[in-house]
């Protein structure tokens, strides 16, 4: 499944065009998934304490490492960052979720401090898997691109 765009927290994004965030492609990232009540806040939403109360439990949840980073060319002077897909299993049972977010940190080490990436809408209500498959995949151009303007 993939739905609405992945969007950049301002914290990332600034820290993106400063230079001072590690490769994405060499850095340990997280997935988790957030409850429909979730409302991004991609200026005041920072790091994992302001999300982590939204994140689903129970069933087979669980946070899943992202594999597969890359960062790959674009014509244009531009970069997409993309991975393999995210996939919770299937059969799996999941509670309801509407978003997705990225974190930097492995699944086992996120802290309350662990910075924030971006968040894709998965649907427009909540979704959720009963026996069945949820797998989320990076839109075909990759999870978001940089360009020069």
Not at 70 to 79: C, E, I, K, Q, R
Not at 107 to 112: E, I, K, N, V
Request: charged content about 10%; proline content about 9%.
């Amino acid at each position: 499944m993939t739905a609405g765009p992945f969007l950049l927290y301002d914290t990332t994004l600034a820290a993106l065009m400063a230079g001072t965030l590690n490769p994405l492609a060499d850095t340990d990232i997280t997935a988790v998934l957030l409850s429909p009540a979730y409302v991004p806040d991609l200026a005041a939403h920072t790091t994992y304490a302001d999300i982590s109360a939204a994140e689903i439990i129970g069933s087979d949840y669980r946070q899943l490492r992202l594999t597969g980073g890359m960062v790959a060319p674009l014509s244009g002077a531009a970069a997409a960052f993309t991975s393999d897909p995210l996939n919770w299993g299937n059969p799996v049972t999941l509670p309801p979720t509407r978003y997705m977010t990225l974190l930097l940190g492995l699944p086992s080490a996120l802290t309350p401090a662990s910075p924030l990436i971006g968040v894709q809408q998965l649907t427009t209500g909540a979704v959720e898997a009963v026996r069945g498959a949820f797998t989320v995949s990076p839109p075909a151009g990759g999870w978001f691109h940089l360009a020069r303007g």
